[in-house]
């Protein structure tokens, strides 16, 4: 009876840290989550929640300076005067990023906060629309030649600064095509934009799409030769690219599904990672075209693999998930109009 007794201890006091740790890896994932999605509130009680695990040193400086920057009370550092305006101007929208996602509730009054703080920076106070004072925001951080992005990722305004750009053509063999694409390379960044700050440099956008090309945002992979980058950049972008020449006006969350089950259709060592990403930031709302994407596409895969909700894909034999993944996206260009460009 002792040693039953004493095996049991044994096992609890083995199997409770185990526990605590599992509970707050998933915490922080969940607070990363919410953060994609501008939602500090949520974060925040997911933070707190893992406030009494044994966390490792990453997670634990992610979960500090999380709290701290959405902290209402803590303000971030402002640039000296004698600061380039691309810093002045980043400043600004680092300020819009905090409010918005401490009070998302708010989100359209902060940005009109935003457009002011620009109007000031520019010594424009004729300005007071969003755009006008984005636009000529972004022309002046590009006479003191530093390369710009902004307008809108997710739910927040954004604004990616890099000062070096290389290019290349490739060619990616897509699961229905081969497309051919040029890659813009960006590095040496100064933002990589509100979800990489808010997140703090935890996760964040890796490249985006445009007419002439694939841009990646070159330190988010560890290397552009392995398949992480293969699969979560240049699958994903180039379908972006395929599915742009095909058809015109496709809403921005069946892009993003459809981009999706190309990176599980590609995806052979990188398939938990891929998959684990889809499951970390799920959403309810199509606005929010990648949460909401990551969901159907989930649901997508669990339905035709016989999955009951929830269900583990991860447990599914890789080749029948790459397979499930790719009839997927083929069921979804049969519904479609036929494409404009030639599909192989």
């Known amino acids: 009876m002792r040693t039953t007794i004493l095996a049991l201890m044994l096992a609890t006091m083995t199997t409770a840290p185990a526990i605590a740790q599992d509970a707050g890896r998933a915490a922080i994932a969940e607070a990363a989550g919410a953060l ?56 600004a929208y680092r300020q819009y990023w ?9 989100r359209e009054a902060e940005e009109a906060n935003l457009a002011g703080r620009l109007a000031l920076l520019l010594q ?28 809108r990722t997710g739910r927040l ?20 095509r081969r497309q051919q694409v040029r890659i813009f390379l960006l590095d040496d960044f100064v933002s ?89 930031n799920q959403g309810d709302d199509p606005t929010e075209p990648h949460s909401y994407a990551n969901r159907r596409v989930l649901s997508a895969l669990r339905d035709r693999l016989g999955l009951r909700a929830g269900g583990d894909l991860g447990a599914v034999e890789p080749s029948a998930l790459r397979a499930a993944a790719v009839a997927e996206l083929r069921a979804d260009t049969a519904r479609r109009p036929t494409p404009l460009a030639s599909v192989d």
């Not at 979960?63 to 600061?83: G, M, Y």
């Not at 890796?206 to 694939?214: D, M, S, Y």
């Open 98 to 106: 905090r409010a918005a996602s401490i009070a998302p509730d708010r």
């Open 157 to 176: 305004r954004d604004l990616m600064l890099w000062n070096r750009q290389d290019e290349r053509d490739t060619e990616v063999r897509l699961p229905e």
């Open 124 to 151: 424009r106070p004729d300005v007071s629309d969003m755009d006008a004072a984005e636009e000529l925001t972004l022309a002046r951080i590009r006479g003191e030649g530093v390369h710009v992005l902004g307008g």
């Open 36 to 91: 994609l999605q501008a939602d500090g509130p949520r974060a925040r009680a997911h933070l707190g929640a893992a406030g009494g695990a044994d966390l490792n040193p990453a997670d634990t400086a992610f979960r500090t300076c999380v709290l701290q920057r959405l902290d209402p009370a803590w303000i971030p550092e402002p640039p000296a005067a004698s600061e380039p305006f691309a810093q002045q101007a980043l400043h």
């Open 192 to 280: 990589r934009g509100w979800s990489n700050w808010m997140t703090c440099d935890r996760t964040g956008t890796g490249g985006w799409v445009k007419p002439e090309g694939l841009y990646a945002i070159v330190p988010v992979y560890s290397s552009l030769e392995d398949e992480g980058f293969a699969v979560t950049f240049l699958g994903h972008e180039a379908q972006h690219f395929a599915d742009n020449a095909s058809w015109t006006g496709m809403p921005d969350w069946e892009l993003e599904f459809r981009a999706k089950l190309t990176e599980v259709a590609m995806a052979r060592e990188t398939r938990l990672r891929v998959l684990g990403r889809f499951v970390q």
